[in-house]
């Protein structure tokens, strides 16, 4: 429900007054921070205004996606949570919503997930089906400042249009832990029951209930495993087929929060392995690592739960920012964006068994104007060269590296800024260079250079690239290898050139799509509460 102008209790316990909505639309109308719009995104999803991290509660229900968001409504920083939200028919174009769920009596409302209870299994539906949120309530213990982390539920009955809280929460608690957060929840259709996949640290836990409201605990995974570089964070868990196989595989995904000695920051790790109902058990050894993504700017990304099942897909879509300056970033009257939501599939590869990710097909609707090219030789000397009116764009290229060393593709700006993507044939390594991609002061550990492996068959590569006002993404070989790096340019992209450092190389294919904005205007969008 609305809570304008009332008097909610922060995660800290303090008391913040909330402005109603009339104010913070005058807000935006006369404070001129309010009005900037700098780097907007054209095609991923920001907030009307004010601050975003992680994505929440996606879920599809009765012919819409809902994207709810960890939202501070009255600030560009975090603060105290809460759910903002969101509406698509085809995962691109949102509606804004009214904020979901406010903070309450018992504190701030932090990351979690939503299901469908289509049987009615909390009994809070009246026989019907409808929409449940289960989120972490933060707080602190009475009397001190030690964070308390609970799980909580609400309800919707009118496809998420308005939320009641549970009037039993919290329902989980654990009295001993600190970090106890970000509930992921599925139906298990082998065990019958509902699997609460959840972090506390540096492990997951595994609880399961047959109602969403009493959670027993039967396992635990991870503190011996894969990445502990930072705190672990929002987890997810499904099932996927491996290629056409025939055979299956479980994908547990786990985000690890900065650690100030690692130049990466926050960043997400996953496990591949089999889950029966009661324990995760990983297929690799305890030390093997693999991330979803080798940008520095996608984080906390989660899953779409109730994708129609004839459509058979997992669709992820993650925070595209890092701790490390998120709080940062020059952007104006908003701050933080989504990654391009995408597909996730499992493919066999030397090392074992991969995910895969590409962004959902719905994308391709914004494709407008199509430049092309075949068989085009570059050298240092002659590079391919090519303005461009459109800064929003979809470049696909195929790559035969030839003699060549290293193939740059490098977008510069009409004022200073260029960002490079490039391939360096010996070392095969797909990077990024945003060293000198717009602004990068605002934070020392922004402008970098930074990349992963990617193999090249019979010296070939293909890049996918998808660049938006604030952002890049890049995906190497059909979506084995995804760097998402944020970037902020000191004017609209305008030229395109693709070199060598040396030897020839040769674009086999080169599609450059401009793309539509999903934005109706570039105005300001002025916030609903
Ligand atoms: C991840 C995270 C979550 C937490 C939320 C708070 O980015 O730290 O663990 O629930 O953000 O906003």
Not at 179 to 184: A, E, T, V
Not at 224 to 232: L, T
Not at 282 to 300: E, F, K, P, Q, T
């Amino acid at each position: 429900a609305n809570a304008g102008g009332a008097v909610v209790t922060t995660r800290k316990g303090a008391l913040q007054s909330m402005p109603t909505t009339d104010e913070i639309n005058k807000m935006i109308d006369s404070n001129k921070e309010f009005k900037m719009d700098s780097f907007r995104p054209g095609f991923h999803f920001s907030p009307p205004t004010h601050w975003l991290n992680d994505p929440n509660g996606l879920v599809y229900y009765e012919g819409e996606y809902h994207l709810f968001y960890q939202n501070h409504p009255f600030s560009t920083q975090w603060g105290p949570m809460h759910w903002g939200h969101a509406v698509s028919e085809n995962l691109i174009h949102w509606q804004h919503a009214p904020i979901a769920l406010f903070p309450d009596e018992h504190g701030a409302i932090f990351s979690g997930c939503c299901v469908v209870d289509w049987n009615d299994s909390s009994g809070l539906f009246e026989g019907h089906h409808g929409l449940i949120a289960i989120f972490t309530h933060a707080d602190t213990y009475p009397e001190t400042d030690q964070p308390r982390q609970r799980q909580s539920l609400a309800y919707s009955r009118d496809k998420g249009k308005t939320w009641h809280k549970y009037t039993g929460n919290p329902v989980l608690a654990e009295p001993d832990l600190v970090d106890f957060r970000d509930p992921k929840v599925f139906w298990h259709a082998e065990s019958k029951r509902w699997i609460m996949v959840i972090v506390a640290g540096d492990h997951v836990r595994f609880y399961r209930s047959e109602n969403l409201i009493d959670w027993a605990l039967v396992s635990v995974f991870g503190q011996e495993e894969g990445s502990h570089d930072g705190v672990w964070e929002c987890p997810d868990l499904f099932e996927l087929p491996i290629d056409d196989t025939g055979r299956t595989k479980w994908v547990l995904i786990i985000s690890i929060g900065d650690n100030p000695s690692c130049p990466e920051g926050s960043r997400t790790q996953y496990f591949i392995g089999e889950f029966d109902g009661v324990k995760f058990i990983n297929d690799n050894s305890a030390d093997h690592i693999m991330w979803l993504d080798y940008g520095r700017d996608n984080y906390a990304g989660v899953s779409w739960s109730d994708i129609p099942e004839e459509d058979g897909r997992r669709v992820i879509i993650g925070w595209m920012s890092n701790w490390k300056y998120a709080n940062e970033t020059p952007t104006g009257i908003w701050r933080g964006s989504m990654t391009l939501p995408r597909t996730l599939a499992l493919s066999c590869q030397d090392e074992g068994v991969v995910l895969t990710q590409m962004p959902v097909r719905e994308i391709e609707q914004l494709r407008k104007d199509l430049m092309s090219w075949s068989d085009v030789r570059v050298t240092a000397e002659t590079p391919f060269s090519q303005k461009i009116s459109d800064d929003l764009l979809e470049i696909e290229a195929d790559i035969d590296m030839g003699s060549s060393d290293e193939v740059q593709i490098i977008m510069k700006s009409s004022g200073e800024s260029e960002t490079v993507i490039g391939y360096d044939s010996m070392r095969e390594w797909l990077f990024i260079d945003r060293t000198q991609s717009g602004l990068t002061d605002f934070h020392s550990s922004f402008p970098c250079n930074h990349g992963a492996s990617m193999s090249q068959e019979n010296g070939k590569i293909k890049l996918h690239i998808w660049l938006d006002r604030n952002a890049v993404e890049v995906y190497g070989n059909d979506g084995l290898v995804v760097l998402t790096d944020q970037i902020f340019p000191d004017a609209p992209m305008d030229s395109i050139s693709i070199i060598t450092k040396s030897g020839q190389a040769k674009l086999n294919l080169l599609h450059i799509h401009a793309l539509q904005s999903i934005h109706a205007s570039k105005d300001v969008i002025k916030q609903t509460l």
